[in-house]
């Protein structure tokens, strides 16, 4: 229900937008030509020309990640192995298609610069409405962006808590015997407990120092995008003959599409583990791994430095030490890889109508609820 809400919400707020917002704009104070949406640049950042256009991915970049939410939720997904791929390929599509017309539209409907930054405002969107729509136009709109943000935080807390889940199931984090519990109805409670502690922490931060908070968030960004071209790498390297009862698999393809996008060349593809799904192009990533460990604002001083590259080789350090020193069946038991890859190259007989050697994925429900029980 909660996803049903969530996604007819999303769509008034674009159609919304695309509709209403125009109107607006060609009333008050009108659009942009398309030579300032297509050939301007301003500099905001003090950065060089060339590093000030990188930096300006950051503004796109959350079009491009949050693709393979429905691939957390899979297990508890009914028909999971085509309804999860299928998910992951659509919501890549409509965030692309959705986030490019939405980036477009917003271009040509900004003030003029001087107008926009005079606003001191640190949500400028409430203003843009403000300018174009009225009080009460932008009163509803900026509602219905607070709710949308509400739903969307309530649908990434679903799916990144099953992945927290996941992960403390095989034995990997710390106290991963109480995080991989369920409770009586067989929600990973104690993982969502583990995300608002840590979450809550990691807001306070923004109270003493606003460069604590950004460079955690930046760090926190990046091995999630640089898990999209990772997965491919490892695929290539490590698996690329497994998991051929996907409905998904690649065939004969397979080997050259994963090593286009791990070496960061342009494909229009990119592979999961177990789907075949459109992505991000692995150039994008590259620059959006960059942003992400870039200072946004130069010269640069300790007020302005970004921390994520500092906390990001920390933590690589601390994970090599632990690989070399802590024996791998403390932290992941192979018996456990073995069954997985077991599992997703097991065909089971169909038994929904069909020849009776017709074959089909295990649907991961089913091994979800032998987990669970």
Known sequence: MVFRVSVLLYMIDFLLCVIWLPIGVSKTYGFRSAKDVFTMTYNGTGAPAGWNWVLSFLFCAGTMIGFDASGHIAEETKNASVVAGRGIMTSVVATGILGFITTILFLFCTPD???LFSLDAPQPFVQLYALALGKGGSIFMTVIATLGLILSTSVAIVAASRLIFAVARDGVLPL????????????????????YVFGAIML??????????????????????AAYGLIALLRLTMTPDEFKSSHFY??????????????????????????FLSGPPPL??????QCQVSPFFFPVTAETFNFAGVILGAVTIFGILSWYF??????LRREQVIRALNVADQPVPSQEGGDAGTLRHRESHLDNKQRFD
Do not use: Y
């Open 113 to 115: 610069l001087d107008l």
């Open 284 to 289: 994008t990533l590259l620059i959006s791994l």
């Open 204 to 225: 306070c931060t923004i109270l003493p120092s606003q460069v604590a908070f950004t460079s955690l968030v930046s760090a926190g960004g990046i091995p999630t995008v």
């Open 176 to 195: 991963s015997s109480w995080i991989g519990k369920v409770d009586a109805a067989k929600q990973p409670r104690n993982a969502v407990t583990v995300m």
């Open 250 to 275: 690649l065939g004969r393809w397979r080997k050259a599409i994963l090593f286009r996008h791990s070496s960061f060349q342009r494909p229009g593809l990119c592979c999961t583990s177990h789907h």
């Open 326 to 331: 802590i024996p791998e069946h403390k932290w």
